[in-house]
């Protein structure tokens, strides 16, 4: 946050984000922040902030985790990689000997038979520069390099050269305690190249810089704090105006400047996180043959560029989805947030371990009386249409989404005109009231819109919803029914409350994308699993909504969800295309693919970019990773064995009597060599060929950069 009260602008010249109003009666839905003390920092070490800028960071490679990753050394070919270590240096001391053998004698000889047909012994041999000294030198370094270069092929020295000695040497080199390592004289990392404060020492902010140098020293200076000012200054660089505001800020605050609203530095338990990239470690790719060579070794990572294509896990519970990958996420997008680069909102069940409620700006618990926050049912949407379809959707059952537009119609013609009586939308009660056709409610709407002088804008919506009222197929008895599961005394003050009941707690509005929030939806499936499929079906469907048709794209929005089976619906798989270009996107986790309805299975698995398949996965959940990854082209060897009856009578009966020795007849043996085509995981290797902790896993860039499944083990 820049010190005018609003987050820096993204380099790209994006408009700045206004800066979350957690103040009472703010804008954009966003509820008043409870007082409470703010998070500290994971641990109380000094941080090196010099130390990890100046770390090497790889290229852009998609997955590659690229803090202080080398570049794997390319070895000469599947033949050469294939010969043990062993076997390779004795065979390469074996040709050393032979090498230095054969020039230690057979360069005596060599020469005197040179001598004898050319009459070397006649030139002079007066000093070392004379015809006859300068003549043998020549001999024995041709005769040298002869037997290096045939000795060395043969004993394959390159070979040992690139495999141990070069890395050796690197080792040896990189390892040196850096003359350059300490702070110069005047206090600042001068000595690594590098001033992370260069821009605003240039502009002018002595006194800031001088209180972050100072501060640098300490190693009070972390990685969240070191991206949420430089976000910041981005701002400046944008908006020069705020120079004064954000030196002055600096001066004060030093490295707690243009902090989050929550005061929040660090998270109370961290994985291994690289903010500068956006990424955050998962795991390592394992050295298979299958994965590519340029990932083979290195660390995994996912970073927005990939979440924006939106990622979908499958595996059964106890794979470690959840612990391995759904956790290490939803804490990247609360650093993120922290730095002020994005929003996350995380759902899953209230047992999830997910992180501590600390790590979160804000939690959403129905059905939990210590909730500090509620839900709002239609989102904060700006148009009452839009809340209403996506309430309708997440109030229908799987079993009737042939219905899903008559029940959206039904309820849009309530809540359309109720929010044009009153200027908000109906509570639960009042809700259910109006689609049972209760007489009283109906007789207040009207009212109300007539004091409005707006009855006649929707009379005609009113006389349509009157005359489904009692018919067998008016979807608004079905709706009535499944709201009642949200009216419950344990969902008392959850929710939009009515005009006499108003809700007991502040509502958190899931349209509000664009300040840098965390969000922890907690879902009550253990004690009302039904409303539990609801409400995640809700929430994910207006954070699709929200995120594809924001204005502002400058943070990142990230939506996590540990069990998406209730959440997935038609409208979701249609807004998961929709975000790649909104800088959005989603994680979402299941245990089987089964879980979903047979018509939306496909089309999720071909919405989302990223797939990871866990250990464990059915076969017929393997069928769509394995079609979707396709097919490689590999050589196959056929080998055929025959009775061997060449020759003549000498030769045939040779072989007759080395058979009866042997007690087998004497066979020929032929090779054949194909290419042929075959899947590159199939779905009995997905279903049973995966080891624990493991998963496979694509990736795709927004860019359309595609990266072929990895086996990676997510434990390291």
């Not at 809700?431 to 009283?440: C, K, M, N, S, V």
Request: proline fraction near 9%; glycine fraction near 10%.
């Amino acid at each position: 946050m820049g010190p005018d009260g609003t987050y820096g602008q993204r380099t790209g010249g994006e408009p700045p984000v206004s800066a979350p109003p957690f103040l009472p009666g703010a804008r954009g839905g966003v509820p008043e922040r409870p007082p409470h003390p703010p998070a500290t920092a994971a641990d109380g070490r000094p941080f090196d902030l010099a130390a990890w800028l100046a770390t090497p960071r790889a290229a852009d490679v998609p997955g590659l985790y690229g803090f202080g990753h080398r570049p794997r050394r390319r070895e000469g070919g599947a033949a050469a990689a294939a010969v043990p270590g062993r076997v390779l240096l004795a065979r390469a001391a074996l040709n050393m000997v032979v090498a230095w053998l054969a020039f230690l004698y057979g360069g005596p000889l060599v020469f005197d038979l040179l001598n004898w047909v050319l009459r070397l012994d006649r030139l002079p041999a007066d000093g070392l520069a004379s015809p006859y000294v300068l003549v043998q030198a020549a001999l024995q370094i041709a005769m040298l390099a002869v037997l290096v270069r045939v000795f060395g092929r043969m004993g394959r020295w390159p070979e040992v050269w690139r495999r141990y000695a070069a890395p050796a040497l690197a080792r040896l080199v990189t390892h040196e305690p850096p003359e350059a390592a300490a702070p110069d004289a005047s206090g600042t990392p001068g000595a690594y190249r590098l001033d992370p404060w260069e821009g605003m020492r240039v502009a002018g902010a002595e006194a800031g810089v001088a209180r972050l140098d100072e501060e640098v020293r300490r190693g009070a200076v972390g990685d969240v704090d070191y991206v949420r000012i430089r976000r910041a200054w981005e701002g400046v660089v944008a908006d020069p105006g705020r120079l004064p505001a954000f030196a002055q800020e600096a001066a004060a605050r030093g490295a707690a400047a243009c902090a989050h609203p929550s005061a929040a530095r660090d998270l109370p338990r961290r994985a291994e996180h690289d903010l500068l990239a956006g990424q955050v470690r998962l795991g390592t790719v394992q050295d298979v043959p299958k994965n590519p060579a340029d990932h083979r070794g290195a660390g995994f990572a996912l970073d927005p560029a990939l979440l924006g294509t939106s990622l979908l896990a499958v595996g059964p519970a106890g794979t470690g989805k959840t612990g391995l990958l759904v956790r290490p996420v939803a804490e990247a997008l609360c650093l993120q947030a922290l730095t002020g680069t994005a929003c996350a909102v995380v759902v899953g069940a209230a047992d999830a371990d997910l992180g501590p409620d600390a790590a979160y700006d804000v939690v959403v618990a129905p059905g939990d009386p210590d909730s500090p926050y509620g839900l709002d049912l239609y989102g904060a949407a700006p148009s009452a249409d839009e809340a209403a379809a996506r309430l309708a959707d997440a109030l229908l059952p799987d079993e009737l989404a042939l219905r899903a537009e008559t029940a959206r119609t039904a309820v849009q013609q309530v809540v359309g005109p109720f929010q044009a009586a009153f200027g908000r939308g109906p509570g639960v009660q009042e809700l259910r009231d109006l689609l049972l056709g209760e007489p009283a409610a109906w007789e207040g709407l009207r009212e109300a819109l007539r004091a409005g002088g707006r009855l006649e804008e929707h009379r005609h919506d009113l006389q349509h919803r009157e005359r489904q009222h009692g018919r067998a197929d008016d979807p608004g008895t079905l709706l009535a029914d499944r709201l009642a599961l949200l009216d419950r005394p344990a969902f008392a003050g959850c929710f939009n409350g009515s005009g006499d009941a108003p809700a007991s707690r502040p509502l958190y509005a899931v349209r509000a994308l664009d300040h840098p929030l965390r969000v922890r939806v907690k879902l009550p499936e253990h004690t009302h699993p039904e409303a539990a499929r609801m409400l995640a079906r809700l929430v994910v469907g207006q954070f699709v909504q929200a995120a594809a048709g924001r204005r502002d794209r400058s943070l990142f929005a990230g939506l996590v969800v540990d069990d998406a089976a209730a959440a997935v619906d038609g409208h979701t798989v249609r807004g998961l295309q929709r975000m790649r270009g909104a800088r959005a996107g989603a994680l979402l986790a299941l245990r089987s693919l089964a879980d979903l309805p047979e018509g939306l299975r496909a089309p999720l698995f071909g919405a989302v970019g990223c797939r990871a398949a866990f250990p464990g996965i059915a076969p017929w959940d393997g069928r769509l990773f394995a079609e979707a990854w396709g097919t490689v082209w590999v050589q196959e060897k056929a080998v055929t064995h025959a009775p061997d009856t060449s020759g003549g009578l000498l030769r045939r009966t040779a072989r007759a009597f080395r058979g009866l020795l042997a007690g087998a007849p004497v066979q020929t043996e032929s090779v054949t060599t194909r290419s042929v085509e075959r899947q590159l995981w199939s779905p009995s290797d997905l279903a049973h060929s995966l080891p624990a902790g493991h998963a496979v896993v694509s990736l795709a860039t927004v860019e359309g950069r595609q990266v072929p499944p990895l086996l990676v083990d997510l434990r390291g």
